[in-house]
């Protein structure tokens, strides 16, 4: 007898739960677990910004680790979110994350600096149209910033000429 295997689909009324599981699984580590389980809510619900937000986070969480990060298929979740805001802001974050594993992968300074010179880009344009009360776009490009510095990424100027923290 021939077993055939298929994805099986979660109930619906189960999606609230699987979201928690899914930051669990992030918070602990395991990417691709939350990964998976992103998946399955989008199987049932394909439009939940919730499960989008995570799958985007848990990809990018694997980019350390992976040999051609999954950059691209990243991108195309961030495209499929609703609010602009979310989308700028999202686009930044995979940037980010990229940048920072070019840099553990000793990539030549002025590339990754170019890379997060995107992302904080993208951080600005995210941080003009913020709700209000929220400025985690600021944030991240503050913490851009002081990678670029603290690296010493930026190309033509020296360390001592910026503006300290």
Do not use: H
């Not at 099986?8 to 580590?29: C, N, V």
């Not at 848990?58 to 609010?83: S, W």
């Not at 600005?124 to 400025?135: F, L, Q, R, V, Y």
Request: aromatic share 8%; with cysteine.
């Amino acid at each position: 007898m021939t077993r055939s295997y298929a994805y099986k689909l979660i109930r619906p009324d189960s999606i609230p739960d699987a979201l928690k599981k899914s930051e669990r699984y992030r918070l602990l580590g395991e990417p691709d677990e939350a990964e998976s389980v992103c998946l399955d809510i989008l199987k049932v619900d394909s439009g939940n910004q919730y499960a989008l937000v995570d799958l985007i986070l848990a990809l990018t969480d694997q980019f350390p680790r992976e040999r051609n990060p999954r950059v691209k298929l990243a991108q195309q979740y961030v495209a499929l979110l609703t609010d602009e805001y979310q989308r700028q802001y999202y686009t930044a974050v995979v940037l980010e994350r990229e940048a920072r594993t070019q840099k553990e992968r000793d990539t030549p300074p002025a590339i990754v600096f170019l890379m997060y010179s995107d992302a904080m880009e993208c951080y600005e344009g995210a941080a003009a149209i913020s709700p209000p009360g929220d400025d985690s776009a600021v944030l991240r490009w503050n913490a851009c910033m002081r990678a670029i510095r603290r690296r010493q990424l930026q190309p033509g100027l020296e360390p001592e000429s910026w503006e300290k923290d």
